[in-house]
Structure formats: structure tokens, C-alpha cells
């Protein structure tokens, strides 16, 4: 059974650096195909891609936020963290990992996500 | 990579089918055959119902179905129900290893 989940700080203040983990058990970042994404959503509005650590260590990023955004591996194999720099209020949204199946293209299991706000 | 259009809203009566619409560029939607379609329904994550523009995963009712003409995907629902009701995103590849969402549309059952 493949579960996800996110953690990290709830709140953060303008220009300093978020760092979000994603925990997952059920699947490895070794075998070849799959991948964790990262995905966000701002109050009331659309889903956003941000980035993709595919298996064999290759990540990709959202161009638009490509600058301020790094995906690395945790401190276990189980666990992908996404950081984001120079955060601003318009960063403030629920941030989603997933579990991503490369050779067809989608997201099929989702953690819960964790709302980030972006405050002084 | 600009986010896919997606019409706001669409509703329909229960038991009547809907179409929504996604709409990319050559660069994405018409070039590759990786659009994948999620429903949220308040407060809670995405769930997948169709990949690769029209395959449904196992588990999924075979009340949503999904095609592609052109730059434009659509996904419709028929037979439409009370539970349908919610959030609607596509997905697709846009070439490089990158990924675009679409603008989302919102599913009222009247």
C-alpha cells in the first residue's frame, strides 16, 4: 500500500526559506519508473506543478519557479524534500506530494497536503 | 509552459452527461498523449480518474471517460451524480520531463 505524507513548517515569514519532507513507504525511489512529485495549490485556486524527482536521481522543475526551488533526498530513502526559497505570500497554499508513474504520466496517490502560509 | 484552459464551471442535472474541456498548445495537449484528468472534492487531495487521456485506472467508474481532439482534451462524466460533484483538473506532459495543471473547473450538480 503506497501512502505519502508532507511536513513542515505551517507558517513561514516573507524571504525566508520553506523545507517540506515527504515521508512515503510502499514503493522505492530506486526502481525504475517512478517518480514523487510536488504540487501546491493557493487558497481557492488552481493546482500548480512545481517538481519531480524521477527515479535514477534526475529532477525537473517548474520553469517559473525553477530558481528558487530544490528537491533532494531526506535523511532515509523514503523521504524527497522540496525547498523553496525567497518565500512571499503568494508561496501561501496547501503543498501536495504524490506518487507518479512516469511512463504514463500521472499522479496516483496523493498525500494530504500541508498548508503553508506566508506571513510577517 | 502556460497552465491549460479550462472552462470555470459546468453543471448539469443528475443522470445527464457533462463534457469539461482542456485546452493546450502543440507544445503539450497536441503533441503528447499524456493527459491525465483529477477530481478534489473540498478540503480533500486530488484522486486520479483518467490517464493517458482516455485509460481509467482500477477502481475508477466507467462513468468517466476521456478523449482528445487536437490541442483540446475533454473529459465527461455521464450519468451524473450528487458525489460528481467538485473540483475537475487536467494534466499533461509538456515535453522536457515538465508537467502543466490546468486551471481547474468546478462540477454543480443542479
Known amino acids: 500500500q503506497i501512502t505519502l505524507k508532507e511536513s513542515g513548517p505551517t507558517l513561514v515569514k516573507p524571504t525566508q526559506t520553506l523545507t517540506l519532507t515527504c515521508t512515503f513507504s510502499g514503493f522505492s525511489l530506486s526502481t525504475s519508473g517512478v517518480g514523487v512529485g510536488w504540487i501546491r495549490q493557493p487558497p481557492g485556486k488552481a493546482l500548480e506543478w512545481l517538481a519531480l524527482r524521477y527515479w535514477g536521481d534526475d529532477k525537473r522543475y517548474n520553469p517559473s519557479l525553477k530558481s528558487r526551488l530544490t528537491i533532494t533526498e531526506g535523511t532515509s530513502n523514503n523521504q524527497v524534500v522540496l525547498t523553496m526559497t525567497n518565500m512571499d505570500p503568494v508561496d501561501t497554499a496547501t503543498y501536495y506530494c504524490?506518487?507518479?508513474?512516469?511512463?504514463?504520466?500521472?499522479?496516483?496517490?496523493w498525500g494530504q497536503g500541508t498548508l503553508v502560509t506566508v506571513s510577517s | 509552459q502556460s497552465a491549460l484552459t479550462q472552462p470555470a464551471s459546468v453543471s448539469g442535472s443528475p443522470g445527464q452527461s457533462i463534457t469539461i474541456s482542456c485546452t493546450g498548445t502543440s507544445s503539450d495537449v497536441g503533441t503528447y498523449n499524456l493527459v491525465s484528468w483529477y477530481q478534489q472534492h473540498p478540503g480533500k487531495a486530488p484522486k486520479l480518474r483518467i490517464y493517458?487521456?482516455?485509460k481509467r485506472p482500477s477502481g475508477v467508474s466507467n462513468r468517466f471517460s476521456g478523449s482528445k481532439s487536437g490541442n483540446t482534451a475533454s473529459l465527461t462524466i455521464s450519468g451524473l451524480q450528487a458525489e460528481d460533484e467538485a473540483d475537475y483538473y487536467c494534466c499533461s506532459y509538456a515535453g522536457s520531463s515538465l508537467w502543466v495543471f490546468g486551471g481547474g473547473t468546478k462540477v454543480t450538480v443542479l
Open positions: 493517458e487521456g482516455s
Open positions: 504524490a506518487h507518479f508513474i512516469v511512463g504514463e504520466g500521472y499522479f496516483d496517490y
